[in-house]
Structure formats: structure tokens, C-alpha cells
């Protein structure tokens, strides 16, 4: 079993925890690790008028080694692994698991990265005015979160504690980076109490298919100053309804839908299922806007569900000749009511789904019936 040592942790160490660093010590220590440099994004995004999508551009992304083996996720050895290796970033928070630990440091080849000056113009306003189309700047942070020190270790093969471990991280740096960055991002709209600024965005891509470019399990974080269309969709959803996206599913998505009521929160096929055995999992007080807001106990459900629904899904995809992958996202923002959502890459994208018409090929009623097998109802979140 190979893994980052403690030896090799020591040479990397930022600091023990996130409560020793300030986000403006964070900030400079991104601008002034040099290996960044080389993989600075272009700093600017595009707005698609048909649909909101943001294209952020990153021509230097393109560099990043590639350790997911095309036909097995488990084919990189862990000597080949960089992060086994100690080949990071400073990392700037650790936290003790069973058996090794978790850690988060700063992407290598970062989405967003900090600008040296920054106009008032975009301290102002999530988004501004394009006349010319040259382009919005995008700015921000992004960072990793390796699920365990161990290379074979993630979400879905973790004792559970552990996987808590991570989504208490995961936690503390959004709560860090919402409420720190006055100054540095533009103040969050549709936010009716707190002093937040900037958007923070953390998804887990698992796979090849997926998109996952490191076999070491890990999560992505960003702190940007512009909202993904998702994020908008989600708030601006509240705005027409009167409600959040979670409390019309929570009412309208069909019982017989269900996959698992964990007692604080609900698994479910959604009834516009894209691709077969998508799911959503929703917190059921919807008043809820931020992972960090969840209390001890509903983290803990998310935790429990969010394993159980993965390891579901490492079951089912063998049987349909897919290896594993998938995305996970987590939506969070104001007026969106957090919750999960899994994508596992049962089915390829086609044209038909470029132009927003998608070919689902399964059916969700069958789909839930499957996930319910492959879950235990005796599990709840104790």
C-alpha cells in the first residue's frame, strides 16, 4: 500500500490546519509558488447569449499529465503517482483519518488564479457589460482536496468517518473562502443575509470518462468571481417560483422515485433523468444555502448517502461493460437549497444532446429499482 508519508508531508507542509492561514496569506502563498507560473490561466471568460453557459479559457490546462489509464482507473501504480510521490504544492490544511490522513493544497494547473490588480469594475458585480465581446475577467482560487494519503483510497472505499472527515473540510474552505474575501471578490447577489463575496464551485470527477485526470482520488474547489450557469439557473429558479430547485423536488419528483429516505435527506432519481441512474441528494431543510451550513448530523447523512450512492454505481457499471466514473457536483449558493447531484457515465453525449434534446436509453422507474437493490435501507444516518 503506497502513500504520501509523513516525511514527504513535511517538505510540502503550508500549515496544520485552514484555521492557521488567513485567505489573504492563502492568496499571496498562490501568487508565489512557482510552479503555478508556467500554468497561469488567460484570465478571461466568455458568456454563450443563447443559454448563460461560461467558457473560461485556460490554454496552458492543456499541459496537464495524465495519469487515468484509458482502460482501468487502478492501471497507475502508486510509484508512478505525483502525489504519492510529494510532487505538490504546499498544502495548506491536513486532517487525521483511521489510517493516514486528508489534505488540501493549491491545483497545479488552476482554472482561476489571483490577478495583481483588480478594477473596481469587477469588485462591484459578479458580471458586467460586454460590448465588444473582449471578454470578462475571471479570477479566483483553485484547490484540491486528496480524499486519503492513500493512493487506492476514495469516497466510495473509505470507512464512512473518514469520507466525514473530508466533507468537514470541504466545509471549513468554502466557509473560509466565502466570508473571508471581501475585497477581493465581488459581493453575492440574491444573498439575504451575511457578508458573502465570490462563488465557490466543488465538483469530483472520477474516471477517464469522466474526465478525471489523476487516478489518486481527489475533489476540486474553486473560488471565483463569476457564477456558473448552473449556479444562476438555480438562483434565479428561486426567484420565479418563490422557491428552490430542492423544495420543488422534494414536492413534485415522483415517490415512486425515491431511491432512500435518509431521515435529513432525500436520494432520488430525478424525474427528467439525462442519462440512466443520475441522482440527486437533497437536504430537506431547504433553507439550507452552503455545505457549511449543514449541521454535525446532516453532513453525515450526505456522507452516508453520497458513499452509498457511489458504491451503487461501481456495481452497476461493470454489469453494463462500463468501468466506473462519474460527476459529482455540489450546488450550493444562495437560494438554492444545497444538494448532490451524481452523474455516472453510463451513456455517451451525442448531437442530439449538443442541441439540448437528450436520448436517455433507460427508463428512471427501472433505474430506482435497481439502485434500491444495490443500497441498504437499514442504513440511516445515526
Request: hydrophobic share 35%.
Amino acid at each position: 500500500m503506497s502513500e504520501l508519508t509523513r516525511k514527504k508531508l513535511q517538505e510540502i507542509l503550508r500549515s496544520q490546519s485552514l484555521h492557521d492561514l488567513s485567505l489573504p496569506e492563502m492568496i499571496r502563498d498562490i501568487m508565489e509558488e512557482p510552479q503555478i507560473m508556467e500554468y497561469l490561466p488567460d484570465a478571461i471568460c466568455q458568456l454563450d447569449p443563447r443559454n448563460g453557459a461560461m467558457i473560461v479559457y485556460n490554454s496552458s490546462r492543456a499541459k496537464r499529465p495524465n495519469s487515468v489509464m484509458e482502460s482501468d482507473v487502478k492501471a497507475t501504480t502508486e510509484a508512478a503517482c505525483p502525489i504519492c510521490q510529494g510532487k505538490s504544492t504546499r498544502i495548506i490544511d491536513v486532517a487525521e483519518q483511521s489510517e493516514g490522513f486528508t489534505f488540501i493544497n493549491k491545483n497545479l494547473y488552476p482554472v482561476f488564479h489571483p490577478l495583481d490588480q483588480l478594477a473596481e469594475s469587477v469588485l462591484e458585480r459578479p458580471l458586467y457589460d460586454d460590448p465588444l465581446h473582449s471578454g470578462r475577467s475571471s479570477y479566483g482560487c483553485h484547490f484540491l482536496q486528496w480524499s486519503s494519503s492513500h493512493h487506492e483510497k476514495d469516497l466510495h472505499n473509505l470507512p464512512v468517518d473518514d469520507v466525514d472527515v473530508c466533507m468537514e473540510r470541504l466545509s471549513a474552505l468554502e466557509e473560509k473562502l466565502l466570508y473571508e474575501s471581501a475585497g477581493f471578490m465581488p459581493p453575492v447577489q440574491f444573498k439575504e443575509e451575511g457578508d458573502v463575496h465570490g462563488f465557490v464551485s466543488i465538483i469530483k470527477n472520477y474516471g477517464q470518462a469522466a474526465g478525471a485526470s489523476m487516478s489518486h482520488g481527489h475533489q476540486q474547489i474553486t473560488l471565483s468571481n463569476i457564477m456558473s450557469s448552473r449556479m444562476f439557473n438555480n438562483q434565479s429558479f428561486a426567484y420565479r417560483h418563490k422557491k428552490t430547485f430542492s423544495a420543488y423536488m422534494i414536492k413534485e419528483n415522483p415517490e415512486k422515485l425515491l431511491v432512500q429516505d435518509y431521515g435529513t435527506a432525500l436520494l432520488m432519481v430525478p424525474y427528467f433523468m439525462r442519462r440512466p441512474f443520475d441522482m440527486l441528494l437533497i437536504n430537506k431543510d431547504v433553507s439550507k444555502q452552503y455545505l457549511h451550513e449543514l449541521t454535525s448530523k446532516e453532513r453525515k447523512t450526505f456522507t452516508i448517502a453520497t458513499q452509498q450512492a457511489i458504491q451503487a454505481i461501481f456495481k452497476i457499471m461493470p454489469q453494463m461493460g462500463k468501468e466506473p466514473a462519474y460527476n459529482l457536483t455540489i450546488n450550493n449558493g444562495p437560494g438554492t437549497g444545497i444538494y448532490f447531484e451524481l452523474l455516472p457515465k453510463t451513456q455517451e453525449m451525442g448531437g442530439y444532446e449538443q442541441v439540448g434534446l437528450w436520448v436517455c436509453q433507460a427508463n428512471p422507474y427501472e433505474c430506482v429499482k435497481q439502485l434500491q437493490d444495490m443500497i441498504d435501507p437499514s442504513v440511516s444516518d445515526e
